[in-house]
């Protein structure tokens, strides 16, 4: 079955604790992405990936880490977590982001930073 | 940024009844596509149509693209309690999907 997964689903934390959330793809995808989603702002990317070892910045960064070592892996890295970044975070993956191609999600983690 | 706005915000309806949700955008597109989003979960895919085409049917939902005016449609005919949900319209751009705040849809049975 095609599936992006992500995990953990659910996480609570401290500010300050370091904190990876691991996002894997099944499918081959070239492309891979994180987004945020917070209410009244919609979803809003942080990072992407065109493929290995190429990783570029979207539009809310500040405060995350990724990297790409492997096709299917993308993770996530809080190095310092503020409350700031409590957020329902998607990990999503496709072909091609300009192509026809539709996007496949993660079910999401949900991160709340105390 | 957001490139597209859903309007409206929210829209509740009773089972069997259609609902329409709306998708305006900024700059050329390629493509926009509908996703759909159960409370707190991920978004799924709908349906896509590319920027050639009016208008595009998948099941019970139709969408269409008005390219001069930069906006798009979605139609969910005969609603079910299982169509509740949160509705994205997205494009393409700059290696990104944009979405939209999106349409909060609740179907009453």
């Known amino acids: 079955e095609a599936q992006v997964t992500q995990n953990p689903r659910y996480l609570i934390t401290v500010t300050g604790k370091k904190l990876t959330v691991t996002c894997s793809q099944n499918?081959?995808?070239?492309?891979m992405s994180w987004y945020r989603q917070d209410p009244g702002l919609g979803l809003r990317q942080i990072y992407y990936s065109m493929n290995v070892e190429v990783t570029d910045k979207g539009d809310v960064p500040e405060g995350y880490k990724v990297s790409r070592k492997e096709k299917r892996n993308f993770p996530l890295i809080l190095e310092s977590p503020s409350p700031n970044q409590t957020s329902l975070y998607f990990c999503a993956s496709s072909h091609i982001i300009r192509g026809d191609t539709e996007a496949f999600f993660g079910q999401g983690t949900r991160l709340t930073v105390v | 940024s957001q490139q597209g706005e859903e309007d409206p915000q929210a829209l509740s309806i009773q089972e069997g009844e259609n609902a329409t949700m709306n998708c305006s955008y900024k700059t050329s597109i390629n493509n926009l596509q509908w996703y759909r989003q159960n409370s707190g979960r991920g978004l799924v895919h709908l349906i896509l149509i590319r920027s050639n085409e009016r208008e595009k049917h998948s099941g019970r939902l139709r969408v269409t693209l008005d390219t001069s005016k930069k906006s798009s449609s979605l139609l969910i005919t005969a609603s079910r309690a299982a169509d509740t949900a949160s509705y994205f319209c997205?494009?393409?751009?700059?290696?990104?999907?944009?979405f939209g705040a999106g349409t909060t849809v609740t179907v009453r049975a």
């Open positions: 499918m081959n995808h070239e492309y």
């Open positions: 997205a494009t393409p751009n700059d290696y990104k999907l944009s």
